[in-house]
């Protein structure tokens, strides 16, 4: 059974700077996607930033301030998350999308991180 476990949340000032990991253990596969979403009061879980085989995708909202890293020998993935603001305010959850091919993605999700930036 995979598990994702996440660490590095916090409550930050906005201008501020926090970092957020993910450790996974399982069955990794280098080529399956990881990355993280992020989920506020009231609103839909979205994607922040993900990352697959070396290539990223960032949400538009997050691109320039926040980067996304993995680490294929130690099966983790950290997301540096820097100029916080206030939006950014949410519960923030570890995410692995394993391929099934024509069947589509399973996603695992860990157990979630708050990430409180104060005005």
């Known amino acids: 059974q995979l598990q994702l476990v996440e660490s590095g949340g916090g409550l930050v000032p906005s201008g501020g700077s926090l970092r957020l990991s993910c450790a996974a253990s399982g069955s990794i596969f280098s080529v399956d996607s990881m990355g993280w979403y992020r989920q506020a009061p009231g609103k839909q879980r979205e994607l922040v930033a993900a990352i697959s085989s070396g290539s990223t995708n960032y949400a538009d909202s997050v691109k320039g301030r926040f980067t996304i890293s993995r680490d294929n020998a130690k099966n983790t993935v950290t997301l540096q998350m820097n100029s916080l603001k206030p939006e950014d305010t949410a519960v923030y959850y570890c995410?692995?999308?394993?391929?099934?091919?024509?069947?589509?993605?399973?996603?695992?999700w860990g157990q979630g991180t708050q990430v409180t930036v104060s005005s």
């Open positions: 995410n692995y999308k394993h391929a099934l091919g024509p069947f589509g993605d399973y996603d695992y």
